[in-house]
């Protein structure tokens, strides 16, 4: 089993940074991929970003690529993701998610991949 607790959000003006972190327990958590996933007010969850169980591979949504980076450390237990020269169109909640694979590279990209949820941080970006 996997415990999740995202941190970090905030409100931020458009152009502006936030890191958002998720502090994970158990012991399967350094074997599993990561993902972050996002839900805007009215829309459904959507994916962010991903990353494989070592942080040696990495997958992002079309519309972050090139502004958000995922990373992780293993050894804090700890994934992170930083987002920068963000927009009003990433307002959301931010929830990070741990993969039902164990010890696989490839990544998924869709919510029923993942068994395990945080309750999500509020990301609210200002024009």
């Known amino acids: 089993q996997v415990q999740l607790v995202e941190s970090g959000g905030g409100l931020v003006q458009a152009g502006g940074s936030l890191r958002l972190s998720c502090a994970a327990s158990?012991?399967?958590?350094?074997?599993?991929?990561m993902g972050w996933f996002r839900q805007a007010p009215g829309k459904e969850r959507t994916f962010v970003a991903a990353i494989s169980w070592n942080g040696g591979n990495t997958y992002y949504a079309r519309s972050v690529k090139g502004r958000f980076t995922i990373s992780r450390d293993n050894g804090k237990n700890m994934v992170y993701l930083q987002m920068n020269s963000l927009k009003p169109e990433d307002t959301a909640v931010y929830y990070c998610?741990?993969?039902?694979?164990?010890?696989?590279?490839?990544?998924?990209?869709?919510?029923?991949?993942?068994?395990?949820w945080g309750q999500g941080t509020q990301v609210t970006v200002s024009s």
């Open positions: 998610a741990a993969d039902r694979d164990s010890g696989t590279y490839y990544l998924h990209d869709t919510s029923p991949s993942y068994d395990y």
């Open positions: 158990g012991r399967t958590f350094s074997s599993r991929a």
